[in-house]
Structures are given as C-alpha cells and as structure tokens.
Nanobody, 125 residues
Framework: QVHLVESGGGSVQAGGSLELSCSAS????????MGWFRQAPGKEREGVAV???????SYGDSVKGRFTISEDKARMLVLLQMTSLGPEDTATYYC???????????????????WGQGTQVTVNP
C-alpha cells in the first residue's frame, strides 16, 4: 500500500498564499500521476491539480491561474503553490496518486487509487 502524507496547511488571510507538500512512501513520483483534490464541508470532492507521468499539468477550473503544481525531485515531493486565496478555497486538501505507470490522466480523468490523510486550509475573509 502506498501512503501519502500532506503538509503545509494552515490559516491565511484572503489574498494570501500557501504551499502544500506531498510525500509518497514509494519514493519519487516517477511516471505515476500525482495531484491534489479538496473537499469543503457540505460539498463533494473537487479535483484541484494533477501532475501526470510525463510532467504535464492540469487544473480544476476554479483554481486555474492561481494554483501551480510542481515537484521537488531532490526532496521527492509534489508541491501545490496556492496564491490569491479566497474563502472559497477553504477545504481539506488531499494528495492523490495513481497505481498506473506512464499515467496521462488529468484532473478530469485521474483514478485516485491512493489518498493522503488530508491537510486543512482555512482562508479568512
């Protein structure tokens, strides 16, 4: 079983920025897809960003232009840089990973085989 651990959540004022990190128990991302989902109270899970097995990125419509997914290969982390945060971004953010190599999934198509425990992001108005 692959274990994913998120870090970097917290509280921030509207307009501010946060960076989330995800580490996987099986090491670097390699050719797997990894990404981020979020869920706010009373809402369904929403795809945020995906980094596919070829280094290509995709984003949910609500975060395009504000969030950036990347990887720190030296630290074997997948990162989510979040800017221009608003109260609508308040949610629990989950790191996800596919079980398939050479993954070409996007936010819309990714099979989220593994999930982290989540990290809370709260944006204060």
């Amino acid at each position: 079983q692959v274990h994913l651990v998120e870090s970097g959540g917290g509280s921030v004022q509207a307009g501010g920025s946060l960076e989330l990190s995800c580490s996987a128990s099986d090491g670097a991302r390699g050719s797997f897809c990894m990404g981020w989902f979020r869920q706010a109270p009373g809402k369904e899970r929403e795809g945020v960003a995906v980094l596919d097995g070829y280094g290509r990125t995709s984003y949910g419509d609500s975060v395009k232009g504000r969030f950036t997914i990347s990887e720190d290969k030296a630290r074997m982390l997948v990162l989510l840089q979040m800017t221009s945060l608003g109260p609508e971004d308040t949610a629990t953010y989950y790191c996800v990973k596919t079980a398939r190599r050479y993954c070409t999934s996007t936010v819309a198509t990714i099979s989220t085989d593994y999930w982290g425990q989540g990290t809370q992001v709260t944006v204060n108005p």
